[in-house]
C-alpha cells in the first residue's frame, strides 16, 4: 500500500506541541474543530503535511468538494487530514491538524499519524473533543480530560474524565501516542444536548482558554470572546421563545442546585 502521509515540507522543529481536532463524532457543535481552526489563524500556520483520506474515509459519507476557479476550470478538493505549522510569539513551534474522523483502518491512520509526529518532532499532542450533556447552557462551559501527566489537568483547573463506554479517534490516538511514549493532554467541552446550532463557539472559547492556559500560548481571544458572547444571547432568546424548552432548562437548573 503506497505511504498515506505526505510531507509538503520538512521543517526543523524541537520538542513541538501538535493541536488536532477531527470533525465528526468527537465534534458536538463544531466546537473542538472550531478551536483548531481558530488557533490555526491566530499562529498564521502554513501548509505541513496532509494523510491521504483514500484508504479511511468512505467518500459517500464524507464527499470530495468540487470548486469552480476564475477561469472556468473545475478542480476537485479530496477529503484529508492537514496538518499546519507556525509559531506563538515567535517562540513556541505548533503543528495544527484538522481532519474527519476515520471511517475505517484506525490501526493503520494512527500509525501514519505516528509517523508524521516522528518526522516533525512532535513531543506533546493536545488533541481537542467536544460532546452534548444534560448541561445548562448559560453556564460557563465545563472541560474535562485526560493527561499522561495529571498534574497537567490540575494546573489549568481541568477535571478528569471518568467516562467509561464507546471511543472515537481522539481516545485510540490518544492512547496510541502515549504508548509511543509522546505526552498526551485531552481536552473535552460539554455541550446542552438540546442545543443543536453549529459551529458552537462558547465551546470553542472553553477549549481555546484551557489550550492557552495548559501549553502556554499567548493568543487574543477577544475574537472569539465576541462570537461566544452573541451566541449567547441567541440561544437565550430561542430558549426564552420556547415554552417547552424554558421549562426544560428550568427543571436542569434545579438538579443542579439540589447537587
Known sequence: MRDPLKLHVEPTLESATLVAAFEGWNDAGEAAS?????????????????????????????????????????????????????????ARELVVAIGAEPHLRWRAYCDAFVALCRRVSVRRVVLLGAYVADVVYSRPVDVTGFATEPTRLREIGVSPSHYEGPTGIVGVLGERLREEGCEVISLWAGLPHYISVSPNP???????????????LSIDEEPLRSEAAAFEQRISSIVSSDPELSEYVRQLKRREFAQ
Open 34 to 90: 472550531s478551536a483548531a481552526h481558530y488557533v490555526r489563524e491566530a499562529i498564521r500556520a502554513v501548509p505541513l503535511a496532509e494523510i491521504d483520506g483514500e484508504d479511511f474515509l468512505d467518500f459517500t459519507v464524507r464527499r470530495p468538494m468540487v470548486y469552480s476557479a476564475d477561469d472556468g476550470s473545475r478542480a476537485i478538493e479530496w477529503p484529508a487530514t492537514r496538518f499546519t505549522y507556525g509559531r506563538s510569539d515567535g
Open 202 to 216: 462558547r465551546g470553542s472559547l472553553a477549549l481555546v482558554q484551557k489550550l492557552v492556559a495548559g501549553l502556554p
